[in-house]
């Protein structure tokens, strides 16, 4: 039941010798998506000693460089390690010519199937993926060119019965059954079940999101409001606020109060500027707003914990 977030690059624009560019892996209970896909990716990858096979979803942000440069050397590296499962790519709609062009020049030893999923022009979240214990919506930011965050969330889980009434009140099969679907039970001499009573949700579903690149806007907070942990690109301090309006990018401060106004349990910063060797300004001005902030350390893994009841 692990759910976990590494970060692998956070570097904006350009490589830096302390960073590396966007890229970044979450793990739900074995699955593994690739988010961005900065150059060195794959480099990272075998750093954390994550199986280039075992990512069967890639989502890509938006198509500039910094979050897209390591693809075709990822995908070429999967072909010559054999890779033969399908592969699902998602990202915007442009990505599918610079995709198709690869795969004519460089595509001879590729013999896994590659799906493009394109997201085209939206106005708040489209679900893009529904699989069997969780949902991916894609959501538009606000950049330079067409961006895309991601939210990843597990589905309710199923209701368990309260192994103490099913004895007491002698639950048959079909009660239960019922009764775990969240439907009331009614008995032949008039008794009613209701479901509140018999049974209890036993885990939180978690929750992350993914924002980069972007600058603040009013709806994004509701979007995301409540995840459990969410990364937010964070590329300047307060005193460049006035390049990341003009950059369509975030200071650290307006990230953490997106994070607060969200609702959020957990926010890490990241996509820095190279301007900023040390990060402890920006994490000190994100902290004045948000206090459950920290840095998206590189190669860091990150635990959103399952909450039993
Ligand atoms: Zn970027
Ligand atoms: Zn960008």
Redesign the pocket.
């Known amino acids: 039941m692990e759910f976990t977030y590494t970060p692998l690059g956070t570097a904006?624009?350009t490589p830096s010798v302390y960073r590396y560019p966007?890229a970044h892996v979450l793990n739900i209970r074995g699955r593994l998506f690739l988010i961005d896909c900065g150059e060195a990716c794959q480099i990272r990858l075998r750093r954390m000693g994550i199986s280039f096979l075992k990512i069967d979803h890639i989502l890509i942000s938006h198509l500039?460089g910094?979050?897209l440069f390591g693809l075709f050397g990822l995908l070429s590296s999967m072909a010559m390690v054999g890779r033969t499962s399908l592969l699902n790519l998602y990202g915007p709609e442009r990505l599918r010519k610079t995709l198709d062009f690869f795969l004519e020049e460089y595509g001879e030893g590729v013999k896994f199937q590659i799906e493009f999923h394109p997201l085209g022009a939206m106005q708040g979240p489209q679900t893009i993926l529904s699989a069997r214990n969780l949902d991916i919506q894609a959501f538009p930011l606000r950049h330079r060119i067409p961006t895309y965050g991601f939210l990843f969330r597990e589905h309710e889980p199923e209701l368990n019965l309260r192994k103490d009434l099913v004895e007491k009140y002698q639950l048959g099969i079909s009660e239960m059954a019922r009764l775990k679907r969240g439907d009331r039970v009614i008995r032949e001499d008039g008794q009613c079940l209701e479901p509140e009573q018999f049974t209890y949700r036993p885990w939180e579903p978690r929750s992350f999101a993914y924002c980069?690149?972007t600058s603040v806007f009013a709806e994004l907070p509701k979007w995301i409001q409540g995840v459990d942990l969410l990364y937010h690109e964070a590329t300047f301090a307060d005193s460049e606020v006035e390049c990341a309006r003009t950059t369509f990018h975030s200071t650290a401060r307006q990230a953490a109060i997106c994070a607060r106004t969200a609702g959020v349990k957990r926010l890490l910063i990241g996509?820095f500027s190279a301007r900023y060797p040390d990060l402890s300004k920006l994490l000190s001005e994100a902290r004045s707003e948000f206090e459950a902030v920290d840095i998206a350390t590189e190669l860091t893994t990150f635990e959103v914990p399952l909450k039993k009841y």
Do not use: N, P, R, V
């Open positions: 904006s624009a966007s500039h910094d979050h980069s690149d996509h």
